[in-house]
């Protein structure tokens, strides 16, 4: 099992371009989730879903978008790069909500 | 009052030292409890689940306190390779009861020879 995946592992975007950040899980979890940490800060919940078609907003959702069109993928969209969008971002997967979360190994976005 | 709260540190301790982490938590309907390790730029991974009556693996043992609402991580005889961040991680149930884990701050520490 590869666990959870996530592409690219670092990119540099210029302010008001747009990108997708992939997650994929192999787990068959039902629960995904996308989180982003500043330096030196704790992690912040973008988005959520529980399954395939389901997706909910999180503590810091403005800016960017989520779909959930299989079990194993989570993809999270930013429209607008905004320099406040530079941060590094983990998405995680658990079985279920009380269970303990696998992340994947992070994309570190730069918005210049 | 923050939902999770931890002192962020950073504890310096030598090796071989003792040391503890306390973290509280706001929400008493909180049922599921974590400890989280994060190394420098890398993604967290779980360390170990906190239980109710107490747990232990190794040199790490995790305790809860439900009345008071805190957890705590005791790590033995530190190593060298134990600086990293742990996260306290407590699941809060929402009111659609879709719940969610939620992660404190974290506490740095480093592990001196």
């Known amino acids: 099992n590869a666990g959870v995946t996530q592409t690219p592992k670092f990119r540099i975007l210029k302010i008001g371009q747009s990108m997708t950040l992939q997650c994929t899980q192999d787990?068959?979890?039902?629960?995904m989730y996308w989180y982003r940490q500043d330096p030196g800060m704790g992690l912040k919940l973008i988005y959520y879903?529980?399954?395939?078609?389901?997706?909910d907003k999180g503590e810091v959702p403005n800016g960017y978008n989520v779909s959930r069109s299989t079990t194993e993928d989570f993809p999270l969209r930013l429209e607008l790069a905004a320099p406040s969008q530079t941060s590094v971002y983990f998405c995680?997967?658990?079985?279920?909500?009380?269970?303990?979360?696998?992340f994947g190994p992070g994309t570190r976005l730069l918005v210049l | 009052r923050k939902e999770v709260e931890q002192d962020p540190g950073p504890f310096n301790v030598p090796e071989g030292a003792t040391v503890a982490f306390n973290c509280t938590y706001s929400?008493?309907?909180?049922?599921?409890f974590f400890w989280y390790r994060q190394d420098c730029r890398k993604e967290p991974k779980l360390l170990m689940s906190?239980?109710?009556s107490g747990n232990e693996d190794g040199r790490f043992t995790a305790q809860l306190n439900r009345a008071s609402q805190y957890i705590s991580l005791l790590i033995r005889d530190s190593k060298l390779s134990d600086s990293a961040t742990y996260l306290c991680?407590?699941?809060?149930?929402?009111?659609?009861?879709?719940?969610?884990?939620?992660f404190g701050q974290g506490t740095t520490l480093q592990v001196k020879p």
């Open positions: 995680a997967s658990s079985r279920r909500v009380t269970e303990t979360q696998y």
């Open positions: 787990m068959n979890h039902n629960y």
């Open positions: 879903s529980v399954g395939a078609g389901i997706t």
């Open positions: 929400n008493s309907a909180s049922q599921s």
């Open positions: 906190v239980y109710s």
């Open positions: 991680v407590v699941n809060m149930l929402g009111s659609s009861n879709t719940g969610k884990l939620i």
